[in-house]
C-alpha cells in the first residue's frame, strides 16, 4: 500500500515572499502520478499541479513548481510570490498508474499573512 | 465549462432521517467517485464507478450507505437511516478515463446531522 506524508501541519509566509510544502511518499510502483490539490476556506478541492514519475522535467504551473526527487521519494510544492488568495489547505497525493485509488496525505494548512 | 455539481451544498437534518446528496459530473467524463472528509480520517474513497458501473465499494462504511448512477450524468449517495457520526463534508469528483486524466472534484455537500 501507499502512503503519503505531509510533515508540515501548519506554515505561513508573508505575501509576495516564496514557500515550500513538503511531500513524501513510499511505494514499490515505477509508474505513478502525483498530484498539489488546494482545499481554500470555500472548500472546493482544486487541482494546483501534477506530475508524471516518468518526467524527470519538473511541473509548473504559473507561479506553483514541484520540485520531484524520484530517489528520494519526495515531491514538494513550491509557491512564488505569495497571495493571500493562496491561504488554504493544501494536500499531496498519490496515484498508480492504471489505478483509480489517490492515495492523500493529511494536508498542509497555510496562512498567507498581509 | 461547468464542473462537477453537487447538491446540496450544506444540508441539516435530524438523525434517523434519510438523505440524498446528488452529484452532475462532467459532461464526457466516464469515471464517479464519492469521498468523505473529516479532521479524523481525512478523504477517504466511498465508492468509485466507472461507466456507470460500481467498480469498487469497498469504502462505503455500512448498510446504511447506498450509491447509484443510473445515467452518465447523475448519481446519487443515499444514507438512511442517518447518524450523527455521519456528519462530514462529502465530495464527488470525476474524470475522464484516459491517460493521465486527474480527478476532478465538486465543491462538496457539509452534512450535519443533529
Known amino acids: 500500500a501507499q502512503t503519503v506524508t505531509q510533515s508540515q501541519p501548519e506554515m505561513s509566509v508573508q505575501e509576495a515572499e516564496t514557500v515550500t510544502l513538503s511531500c513524501t511518499y513510499d511505494?514499490?510502483?515505477?509508474?505513478?502520478?502525483l498530484f498539489w490539490y488546494k482545499q481554500p476556506p470555500s472548500r472546493q478541492m482544486i487541482l494546483v499541479i501534477r506530475?508524471?514519475?516518468?518526467?524527470?522535467q519538473n511541473a509548473t504551473e504559473n507561479r506553483f513548481s514541484v520540485n520531484f526527487q524520484k530517489a528520494a521519494k519526495s515531491f514538494s510544492l513550491k509557491i512564488s510570490d505569495s497571495q493571500l488568495g493562496d491561504t488554504a489547505m493544501y494536500f499531496c497525493?498519490?496515484?498508480?498508474?492504471?489505478?483509480?485509488?489517490?492515495?492523500f496525505g493529511k494536508g498542509t494548512k497555510l496562512s498567507v499573512i498581509p | 465549462d461547468a464542473g462537477v455539481i453537487q447538491s446540496p451544498r450544506h444540508e441539516v437534518t435530524e438523525m434517523g432521517q434519510e438523505v440524498t446528496l446528488r452529484c452532475k459530473p462532467i459532461?464526457?467524463?466516464?469515471?464517479l467517485f464519492w469521498y468523505r472528509q473529516t479532521m479524523m480520517r481525512g478523504l477517504e474513497l466511498l465508492i468509485y464507478?466507472?461507466?456507470?458501473?460500481?467498480?469498487?465499494d469497498s469504502g462505503m462504511p455500512e448498510d446504511r450507505f447506498s450509491a447509484k448512477m443510473p445515467n452518465a450524468s447523475f448519481s446519487t449517495l443515499k444514507i438512511q437511516p442517518s447518524e450523527p457520526r455521519d456528519s462530514a463534508v462529502y465530495f464527488c469528483?470525476?474524470?475522464?478515463?484516459?491517460?493521465?486524466?486527474?480527478?476532478?472534484f465538486g465543491d462538496g455537500t457539509r452534512l450535519s446531522i443533529l
Open positions: 469528483a470525476s474524470r475522464l478515463d484516459r491517460g493521465t486524466q486527474p480527478q476532478h
Open positions: 497525493a498519490f496515484e498508480r498508474a492504471g489505478s483509480y485509488q489517490l492515495t
Open positions: 459532461s464526457g467524463h466516464n469515471s
Open positions: 511505494t514499490s510502483e515505477n509508474n505513478y502520478y
Open positions: 506530475q508524471e514519475a516518468y518526467k524527470q
Open positions: 464507478f466507472n461507466n456507470n458501473v460500481p467498480i469498487d
